[in-house]
């Protein structure tokens, strides 16, 4: 990791030594408004930030029992959160900037999809998997983009692009061993969450002909909240037994290091890739269409 950001460092230091002031002015594209189709990905490492269970046994409410921060951090030291997402979305956004001899370029965007996550709680410890949460049903995506490039010269640049992206949903596929199943009870049990993702990525590109390719430092959060319910009701006279389990959790490092690739292979299309690498890992492949 320190050697990708040495790197990523002296890229960027290249692209302020390599600036010219005699920028060439290319002709810029008429099309205004863009359709885009986005594959997303996203393997994230989280840390737990809060934790609280409620308990409602037959009647009686034995109250809210909440983690304090010294039973957090305990949890966190052996016990690994991750989220996997799969998304698959579709975007339409505009050209805000593109004018003729302005070394600007402004695009903005609005998302909206669907994902498919699985939440995974695994004990160092006894190196077993305590909690698996996998989507049942595909989950709606909802999101909001920005690109802004500045054009050093024909070929340099810098690219800003920031980004955020939220879903929810509920499933009962859940495999749990942590609350086993009573057998003389029957029982349901659901999970609902909410995620939010953002990043913005601050980029040194070069541009050749129809190809630019770019890398820098990567910034992101991603926070999320689980809700797990579980009701038990005893067959013989019917009292129920019920826990929820509110968790809040957000990503334990905040910076990667970023590439992408785009190649506009003709006035109407543009072929995007990219990922970031740290701790956590994401991923993007886009085609966008300019109208």
Known sequence: MKELMIFLTGLAFAVNVCAQNNYQEEQPFKEKFLLELNYSFLDADLKLLTMTKHS?????DFGTLELDQDEIDSLNSFVDYKDLLHGLSLAAGMVLLDKPGNKWYIEGHLTIGLTRREYTVINNKSKTTDLIINSENISPWYGIGFNFRYHFDAKWGLALSPHTVYSFGTTKAIDDNLNPVV???????KNTFDLS???VNLLASFAHKKFTIMAGPGFYLCYSRNEY?????QQEDGQTYEDTVISTLKSGTFINGSIQFDWRFNDHFLFSAGAGLSNDISATARIVYFL
């Open 183 to 189: 057998e003389f009870m029957d029982e349901t049990r």
């Open 56 to 60: 409602l046994w037959d009647g009686q």
């Open 197 to 199: 993702y953002t990043w």
């Open 229 to 233: 319910n579980i009701v038990r009701t």
